[in-house]
């Protein structure tokens, strides 16, 4: 491991201390690791001695009721060479989706989810004391990385555990007019408070959008940005989407940065309407799955890949004015797509957050 250089403070909904970890100036991310495939990906991540690897979801696709059958392929991933190295060498933290949930597009009523949680946990090694396993509402927790004015705050919603009904367009619709556009099944649910969270959750996610940092990165292991692909994603739960914002605007969170997985597919978004800054995301999918039919994206900058891909997010703090790069790279490490920013273009609020 990397020299412990400073605390880790771990938060569900309750205040947990870890271990110490690395410094987190380089973070990878990605999703969509099949349990059964090689990934040669993991080569070029190992290579990267970075301080943190943010697992964004579909870690295995479980896809059962059977937990014997769920633990097993747990320990399939496990024994992957690149991921043991990974492991051995670098931080990890996790958060869930569907596959790793346990169903495909599986929400509330998914009647394993409990046991589910469990063996996630275990496998990751969370600690034993921590809240994530007894909490009632999922697994979400939030990470502080980092000191003073140069806190990284790692945010991870569960949006599963408590996710109220997706809404179907039906099979004609979906054969006619959303298939050859690229395009889900799935239409926004409007239905009063219709929530992937939650209200326990979205009380924990105030709390922590409020906490003083830097930068604070939300994992969302769905797109939060992109809209009408009619796959899971934030927008078919306009209310979420629409609430994150104001939150984001109304207690003048500075620096958010949106990493997300899911798709199959990698690419870059940005979206600044009714915002007083402008807010990216990079998406980062798959370890090893693909999916070449990518969905159209209002809010796409530049380029998507539908190759296997990993993100990074790394920061340089010596500068003044620290800058931000945000990068998607392929199966040699290779950067496919950048976006560079200044901390401050991200910063409006002047308020003194960092004490």
């Known amino acids: 491991m990397k020299p412990l250089l400073f605390t880790l403070i771990v938060t569900a909904s309750l205040s947990l201390f870890a271990p110490a970890q690395a410094t987190a100036q380089k973070i990878l991310f990605g999703s969509c690791s099949h349990q059964d495939k090689a990934m040669p990906i993991l080569n070029a991540i190992n290579d990267e001695n970075a301080d943190l690897f943010i697992f964004l979801g579909d870690n295995i696709y479980g896809d059962t009721t059977n937990m014997q059958d769920m633990a097993d392929?747990?320990?399939?991933?496990?024994?992957?060479p690149g991921i043991k190295?990974?492991?051995?060498?670098?931080?990890?933290?996790?958060?869930?989706?569907?596959?790793?949930?346990?169903?495909?597009?599986?929400?509330?009523?998914?009647?394993?989810?409990?046991?589910?949680?469990?063996?996630m946990l275990d496998f990751w090694q969370e600690p034993k004391n921590s809240a994530r396993y007894a909490q009632k509402d999922g697994i979400y927790t939030a990470y502080m990385y980092g000191e003073n004015h140069h806190k990284v705050h790692v945010i991870l919603p569960d949006l599963r555990w408590n996710r109220d009904p997706l809404v179907n367009v039906g099979m004609t619709e979906y054969q006619t007019i959303r298939k050859p556009k690229n395009m889900g099944p799935y239409a926004p649910n409007r239905s009063k408070g219709a929530s992937m969270l939650g209200e326990t959750q979205w009380r924990w996610l105030e709390n922590e959008l409020q906490k003083p940092s830097a930068i604070k990165i939300i994992g969302s292991s769905l797109q939060l940005l992109a809209e009408f692909t009619g796959w899971e994603s934030w927008a078919n739960f306009p209310y979420d989407r629409e609430r994150l914002f104001a939150l984001i605007k109304k207690h003048q969170v500075n620096g958010v940065v949106i990493i997300s997985g899911d798709t199959h597919w990698g690419e870059m978004s940005m979206v600044s309407k009714n915002l007083d800054y402008p807010l990216w995301e990079i998406t980062s999918s798959g370890l090893t799955e693909e999916w070449k039919d990518v969905s159209p994206n209002k809010h796409r900058v530049g380029n998507f890949t539908s190759k296997v891909n990993y993100g990074e997010l790394l920061i340089d703090w010596q500068q003044k004015d620290p800058t931000i790069k945000l990068s998607l790279k392929d199966i040699d490490g290779k950067i496919?797509?950048?976006?560079?920013?200044r901390l401050s273009s991200i910063s409006p609020y002047h308020h003194d957050e960092h004490d």
């Open 73 to 80: 392929k747990y320990q399939r991933l496990g024994k992957n």
């Open 85 to 119: 190295t990974l492991r051995s060498t670098t931080a990890t933290i996790a958060i869930w989706d569907d596959h790793d949930f346990g169903e495909n597009d599986a929400g509330a009523e998914y009647p394993q989810k409990e046991n589910a949680r469990k063996l």
């Open 336 to 341: 496919f797509t950048q976006q560079e920013m």
